[in-house]
């Protein structure tokens, strides 16, 4: 994708062929600022802060992380004392742990000499693959606003999504906002309504930041706006992602998603979920066994933002000794969501459904 004409990913190796850099997400959308990673402890931290944040990148961070952790020492107990600090980081994206261990299949049975280049060559690869499965999300999710636009005439399609699941979530293209990418780039007059997603703010300041990157026109919204919009026949269509779906079809995903679900419930609003494949945990049978993060009261009751003179500053906006809770995600019931796009293909929202695209989860899920 392009920040002022210049073509980004959200995760590349620096110059020198080994420390990996990363744009701060913590930064925008007033300021583009590129950080260097260069030990372990700087990767934990990248993530626990949310400097990358967006399960895919997140695992695709990861992933990197196990190399530089590599780089000192390439022993059995470095690989598996990297991997622990890692997925200490971030207790609900699937994707994290999915990364993980793909990197430990890649190195144990690697002789130490040549541990750091496979790591190297593997986490790229995740990378790569990262990118092809969202361009192909959002190939099968064009099919589904062109027809909502056939249906329409040609009029606007108005697209309510909620937090960030575009490039910035990703190594590049995103999840939801793939498709919205492709229609736009195909010539469809598509329009997005962005949730403001609080606490931090990622709709506002991520896919706000995106969206206007591209020339995609969008609106940002309060989060409590979404079910008016609906009643007022205002959106067509909901598109989130999610970062760990289980094998029922229960979706985790930023806090806030459940209420738009159920709102597009109220509404006869088609409430779809693009993820791919690595976001879906088998292991879990449904929601309710998901571990849901809850972070610092700090998010809730402090915002950040630019002042009049420039700078850049959190303020307080709680009074002084209210306590916050702070839940970073909440589950989405399968029964409220209307489909999944996927790099494999569009699906109903059902374990078959899930199953279908992958099959060779068929026998574990049925069990």
């Known amino acids: 994708m392009n920040i002022d004409g210049k073509p980004y990913r959200t995760i590349w190796l620096g110059e020198d062929g080994g420390a990996v850099q990363t744009i701060d997400q913590t930064k925008l959308p007033h300021a583009l600022e590129i950080v260097t990673l260069e030990t372990l402890d700087d990767v934990a931290r990248a993530i626990s802060t949310m400097q990358v944040r967006g399960a895919p990148l997140i695992g695709a961070t990861a992933a990197y992380g196990v190399a530089l952790a590599l780089r000192s020492d390439a022993s059995d107990e470095a690989l598996d004392r990297a991997c622990a600090t890692l997925a200490a980081t971030r207790p609900t994206a699937i994707n994290l742990r999915w990364a993980l261990d793909e990197m430990r299949e890649a190195v144990r049975n690697q002789p130490r000499e040549a541990r750091v280049a496979v790591a190297y060559a593997r986490a790229a690869a995740i990378c790569d693959e ?69 606490p931090r703010n990622q709709g506002a300041a991520l896919t706000a930041f995106e969206l206007g990157g591209h020339g995609v026109p969008h609106t940002i919204i309060a989060d409590n706006a979404g079910g008016h919009l609906m009643q007022k026949k205002l959106v067509d269509l909901c598109i989130v992602g999610t970062d760990r779906t289980t094998a029922n079809g229960d979706v985790a995903n930023k806090i806030g998603t459940y209420l738009k679900a159920l709102a597009a419930r109220d509404n006869d609003v088609p409430f779809l979920v693009a993820l791919p494949g690595t976001s879906i945990d088998w292991s879990l049978e449904d929601g309710s066994l998901i571990p849901i993060e809850e972070r610092s009261a700090d998010e809730v009751t402090r915002v950040a933002g630019r002042l009049p003179d420039g700078r850049i500053a959190s303020v307080q906006i709680a009074p002084e000794g209210s306590p916050a809770a702070n839940y970073g995600f909440d589950v989405t019931p399968v029964r409220l969501i209307t489909g999944f796009i996927t790099e494999r293909g569009v699906a109903p929202a059902t374990r078959d459904g899930l199953t279908t695209l992958y099959p060779k989860h068929r026998a574990k899920s049925a069990a």
């Open 130 to 198: 990262d990118v092809e499965t969202n361009r192909r999300i959002g190939e099968h999710g064009l099919g589904l606003i062109q027809a909502h636009a056939e249906k329409k005439k040609g009029a606007r399609i108005n697209i309510l999504t909620h937090c960030n699941a575009g490039w910035l979530a990703c190594v590049d293209w995103g999840t939801a906002l793939a498709p919205i990418y492709r229609a736009h780039d195909a010539g469809l007059d598509v329009h997005v309504w962005v949730d403001e997603t609080r």
